[in-house]
């Protein structure tokens, strides 16, 4: 169950990054609900962003190079991704990957 939890938490950080409106309306409307369903739109939350994670770094990588520069981000206005993308650059090139990504969201429990 802890394990389960965690996963999900993970997830839906990744959401935050690369979905951050399709998360939003999942939390408003978890508010609004009993917690099954609250589990329930977790569950959806975490869906959409399995589907949307692809999707969206290469609809943030404008130049299609596989990478997202700092303006790229910056120009997604994902204030949360531009927040964090020293800490998510793990090498220092200023370039994130999407396996920079993925190990960020894997390691921020
Ligand atoms: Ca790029
Ligand atoms: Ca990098």
Redesign the pocket.
Known sequence: MQGTTMKSLSLTKVSLFVATAITASFIVNANEKTEADVVKAKDATTEVAKKSDAVAFSS??????????LS?VKASNNKLLARTFSEIDSNSDN?LTQKELESYVASAK
């Open positions: 943030l990588d404008t130049n299609k190079d596989g990478e997202l520069s790229e370039l």
